[in-house]
T-cell receptor
Framework: NAGVTQTPKFQVLKTGQSMTLQCAQD?????MYWYRQDPGMGLRLIYY???????DKGEVPNGYNVSRLNKREFSLRLESAAPSQTSVYFC????????????FGSGTRLTVV | GIQVEQSPPDLILQEGANSTLRCNFS?????LQWFHQNPWGQLINLFY???GTKQNGRLSATTVATERYSLLYISSSQTTDSGVYFC??????????FGTGTRLKVLA
């Protein structure tokens, strides 16, 4: 029972490089999310996917793209990494509908130098 | 957009003490969650509580949506309760806004 799995756990990029963060859930959840967490701050929503085949922008989408590959997988891509994207990235999933709560992955710590 | 304020920002307790964490929000919401982030960074959902009161072991939460606040009660605190507690709210369904958290340290 893995829940939400994120890869990689750690990554260092040079400015301008690209990379994709992977997220997969095995709970048959409809909705998936990408958040970033910066020191001293709460989490901020980057993108979300309410259901398979849909994606929408959150609070801080600039510099990111997402793909909902299938019901299980939701990836986050940085096309040209910038130091301002240094952060801890969390993927989450939830059932769609009433009385749901989030399940989070363990996070990816990304440093852009 | 909705503003979320959590208090206190920091809290230190002796093991066995009780505490109350508060979450105020600036506008009407229809969903609210409480999370615990442990010292290793893992985020765990504690409660989904848009209104009313819920209890889970030593933890309970109350949301008074009409007065725009929620409270998280921790009784008989243990060292494993240490970490950061976040409140998150949304007026829709998906776009949750997180507070900046209450950092709790429980001393043995």
């Amino acid at each position: 029972n893995a829940g939400v799995t994120q890869t990689p756990k750690f990554q260092v990029l040079k400015t301008g490089q690209s990379m994709t963060l992977q997220c997969a859930q095995d709970m048959n959840h409809n909705s998936m999310y990408w958040y970033r967490q910066d020191p001293g701050m709460g989490l901020r929503l980057i993108y979300y996917s309410a259901s398979e085949g849909t994606t929408d922008k959150g609070e801080v989408p600039n510099g990111y793209n997402v793909s909902r590959l299938n019901k299980r997988e939701f990836s986050l891509r940085l096309e040209s990494a910038a130091p301002s994207q240094t952060s801890v990235y969390f993927c989450a999933s939830s059932r769609q509908g009433e009385n749901y709560g989030y399940t989070f992955g363990s996070g990816t710590r990304l440093t852009v130098v | 957009g909705i503003q979320v304020e959590q208090s206190p920002p920091d809290l230190i307790l002796q093991e066995g003490a009780n505490s109350t964490l508060r979450c105020n929000f600036s506008d009407s919401v229809n969903n609210l969650q409480w999370f615990h982030q442990n010292p290793w960074g893992q985020l765990i959902n504690l409660f989904y509580i848009p209104s009313g009161t819920k209890q889970n072991g030593r933890l309970s939460a109350t949301t008074v949506a009409t007065e725009r606040y929620s409270l998280l009660y921790i009784s008989s605190s243990q060292t494993t309760d240490s970490g950061v507690y976040f409140c998150a709210v949304t007026s829709g369904t998906y776009k949750y806004i997180f507070g900046t958290g209450t950092r709790l340290k429980v001393l043995a």
